[in-house]
């Protein structure tokens, strides 16, 4: 009998040892990645709490207190897990500088400002498909589309951004003239093929091209991006000015955007009177109207040496800047006269340099009004054939901002004991947020730590996380942002990127088969907008102004 039990025993013990094998097994395979005592922040519920995050099939799928496991483990104690940090204003897009980014928290980038050629779109997203660790969009560009039609421009490499260097180089035609009605027609026709191929909206550095671009233009492109639901993002007529021209150009947007009901982006308004442009785009928002601002933390922006608002009648006597003291060569950290300028402007106009506009202590009003995005507004010229192992120091050199944004605006938070959530939802809510109002469902499945979230992660230590890139070395990546998880697949761990690894998806609006714009025309106007012409002999005049007929009598 004894030996008996005891073989029951052995084989119920058996039985058992199996089932916990087994409850193992499932417990490991039931979810891809757990994240463990991470502070889980999320700005849209304010939740705020230690807990363990389960990612399966590329989605948040728990949140919870419970012991989980699963088939990759992130120990995050100490660690704050936040929503991928969204950057729409990135003017490089490529796989050298992918690292730079991912090291910031990044997980999304977009160029919105200069964007994207409008024929080019669909090739511009091909040429990353497959290719991208991060999440990549772009706007469809109005520079881009003025360079095509009135300088003949057609040397189309990169698509987007890089592509002014050499664009702006050759001709000027497309900031200093105004179109004729067919040119105009031809500019917006050209733009809205980018639409129809799904680009986010329309860029408009209307700042570059101020001379040139018409306010009806203006409002004309407004429209176009507003007849799909899209936004327009804008680099405004008087940036760089002062309080009086900088809010000025930015309500030419607003008032635009409120008359079609359409979605607008302030692109860096971190400029003079930024505290009014902040307090009408909340009073706008209360009003149902879907505008936005976003802001870069320096006090130092970048542009082209021959940007218009830098020649003299513009930066020295209008604004009152002293070349000696707010412009520097990017590459050699020296700055410019008004003789070393005009003469480098001979041999290279196109050249990066670094504009001082702002004071550093204004960087902490920004970062403390909420609405407001982060975006970096930063990126080098990539280097041809470039890979993203290419060494951190062997990148173009750029503006910090570029590889710094989003961890010096934690840095500065905890030094100025500004709230780490309003920071948080700066870096990834305060865009997806507005983008999610416009019916994009990328947006919508992001910028959120919430179960059925898209798993856009990132870990972050708050006590340590720091920018480390300088105005005279911006290629130095951050430090205390360690894991970064984009659509369920680990990007970055320890630091290091995970060799291999490319799961950046394509931010984009469906195709469609037919454009929107229809042709502008002074007839198509005043049959709009002006009552019909008609015989005054004597009879009676009733004008219905809803069916638009006239009644004599």
């Known amino acids: 009998m004894k030996s008996l039990i005891k073989l029951c025993s052995m084989l119920l013990l058996s039985v058992g040892l199996g089932a916990n094998a087994v409850a193992a097994e499932e417990a490991t395979s039931e979810f891809d990645i757990v994240i463990n005592h991470g502070r889980v922040m999320d700005p849209e519920t304010q939740f705020d709490q230690i807990a363990n995050v389960g990612v399966k099939d ?35 897009i490529h796989p050298s500088i992918a690292r730079l980014y991912l090291r910031d928290g990044r997980t999304s980038v977009m160029d919105l400002e200069i964007g994207v050629y409008g024929p ?116 405004f007529r008087g940036t760089p000015g002062n309080e009086v021209t900088e809010v000025n150009g930015i309500q030419e947007m607003l008032a635009n955007a409120a008359a079609l009901g359409a979605p607008a982006i302030a692109c860096h308004f971190n400029n003079h009177g930024y505290n009014l442009v902040h307090e009408i785009m909340v009073k706008m928002r209360e009003q149902g109207h879907n505008v936005w601002g976003e802001l870069y933390p320096y006090e130092a922006g970048s542009t082209t040496l021959n940007a218009v608002f830098l020649e003299p ?18 590459k050699t950290g020296e700055f410019y006269t008004e003789q070393s300028r005009a003469e480098m402007l001979k041999k290279e106009p196109t050249r990066l340099v670094v504009i001082f506009k702002m004071p550093s202590s204004a960087i902490i009003d920004w970062l403390r009004m909420p609405g407001v995005a982060l975006a970096s507004d930063g990126g080098s010229i990539p280097k041809p054939g470039a890979g993203i192992d290419l060494p951190f120091e062997e990148l173009n050199n750029m503006h910090p901002r ?152």
């Open 313 to 330: 009648e513009v930066w020295v006597d209008e604004l009152g800047y002293k070349y000696e003291e707010t412009v520097m060569d990017i």
């Open 120 to 235: 080019k779109i669909d090739a511009f997203y091909k040429q990353h498909e497959g290719k991208s660790p991060l999440n990549y969009g772009a706007s469809v560009s109005h520079e881009f589309s003025r360079s095509a039609v009135l300088d003949g421009f057609n040397d189309w490499q990169l698509y987007h951004t890089p592509d002014a260097i050499r664009s702006r180089a050759f001709g000027s035609a497309w900031s200093k003239v105004k179109p004729d009605q067919a040119q105009t027609n031809q500019i917006l026709s050209t733009t809205d093929e980018g639409l129809r191929q799904g680009g986010i909206g329309i860029g408009s550095t209307l700042g570059y091209m101020r001379d040139g671009v018409s306010a009806r233009e203006v409002f004309e492109m407004q429209k176009l991006a507003g007849l799909y639901g899209r936004p327009i993002a804008m680099h």
């Open 58 to 92: 590329g989605k948040i799928v728990a949140i919870t207190q419970d012991i989980i496991s699963g088939k990759e483990t992130i120990d995050a104690k100490g660690l704050v897990v936040a929503p991928g940090f969204i950057d729409t204003h990135t003017h490089v």
């Open 402 to 553: 570029g590889a710094g944004t989003y961890a010096r605006a934690l840095r500065i938070a905890r030094e100025n004991n500004i709230p780490l959530m309003q920071v948080v939802a700066m870096s990834s809510y305060n865009t997806a947020l507005p983008m999610s109002k416009m019916g994009f469902e990328f947006m919508q499945l992001r910028g959120r730590m919430q179960e059925g979230m898209i798993a856009d992660i990132t870990m972050f230590d708050p006590e340590t996380v720091q920018d480390n890139a300088t105005y005279e070395t911006g290629t130095i990546p951050s430090s205390g942002i360690p894991h970064v998880i984009i659509n369920g697949v680990i990007v970055m761990r320890d630091s290091e990127y995970v060799s291999g690894a490319y799961p950046g998806q394509p931010i984009r609006f469906k195709v469609e088969e037919e454009g929107r714009f229809q042709p502008l025309s002074e007839e198509s106007w005043k049959e709009e907008f002006q009552v019909d012409v008609v015989d005054f002999s004597g009879a009676a005049l009733t004008v219905d102004l809803h069916d638009k007929e006239v009644h004599l009598h």
